[in-house]
């Protein structure tokens, strides 16, 4: 059974500490080749987070970030970085590589400068979360106080990764600027690491009416395995079925995949600590899904989407 999983921090690690590895991992990081294989994971995706201090908001830090994805991931003979659908498609025929995608995770790197954003697009990247918990150029996130939208040059941002076809991602996105995205944006956005409010009572989580417009717009949820989005206390992986099950309830079912936000967080869901424990949480799926249901979960969804939303 495949797994596609959007989002994972790997790549901040290795900004922090080039000594990281991909191909077989060490102790400091959760995701590595071996284990995302071990897995059956067919399609990771790489975040370019920057740490949280404006020293890092240029964009040769995204650069140097692009650049450790390119030489230490997706140069790696057993992977295939996905850029088109015709990637996508080859992989999934093939079977016999990783697929590896690259993603943006807040946009102050970008510098409100559009040949940025285009040159990001050209170099490999996407799918762009527009912001992490704070404001920045381009529109407010879920912990900045005010709870704005977008700016001006926010919306425009909107517009230009609409014509080039880069994925927005609504996770960490003020509510206010939610709501101006969905009707700005002509194409489907995701949530790639977001989980239902309503299970679990989290800023970061999605509230119902944010649930439905994904669903509406044939977007897509990842469920999470940050365990304060799970429970507020002692979270197990049979927790992260009641968001399924309640994004389910609103008619999610074709939209819910999953973005573990391994190497994001320092706490873990007992038996769900690195890509390699995948197989107890399909192990849950079973006990409560049909095995159609569990495959559209760990993979059909996103690969409806990603067919026909990656660029040509």
Partial sequence: MSIIDTHCDLL????????????????????????????????????????????????DHVL????????????????????????????????????????????????ANMGNLRTAYDLGVRSIGITWNHANWAADGVGEPRQGGFTVRGKQFINECDRLGIILDVSHLSEKAFWELCEQSSRPFIASHSNAYRICPHVRNLKDDQIRAIIEKNGRIGITFVPAFVRAEHPQIKDLLLHIEHICSLGGENCVGFGSD???????????????????????????????QAERFLSGNWKTYLLKNLPE
Wanted: one cysteine or more; a neutral charge; glycine letters at 6%.
């Fill in 262 to 292: 391994f190497d994001g967080t320092d706490l873990k869901i007992p038996g769900l600590e690195n890509p390699a424990h995948y197989c107890q949480l399909v192990d849950e799926l079973h006990k409560r899904y049909t095995t159609e």
């Fill in 64 to 111: 140097t970030c692009i650049d450790l994805f390119r030489t230490r991931i997706a140069a790696c003979p057993q992977v295939e970085f996905i850029k088109s659908r015709q990637d996508f498609d080859k992989l999934l025929k093939d079977k016999r590589k990783l697929g590896a995608m690259l993603t943006l995770e807040g946009v102050e790197g970008l510098a």
């Fill in 12 to 59: 901040y690690k290795m900004f922090l500490d080039r000594k990281v590895q991909f191909a077989e991992g060490n102790g400091d990081a959760d995701v590595s080749y071996t284990r995302l294989v071990k897995a059956g994971v067919v399609l990771q995706w790489f975040a370019i987070y920057l740490p949280d201090n404006p020293a890092y908001y240029s964009f």
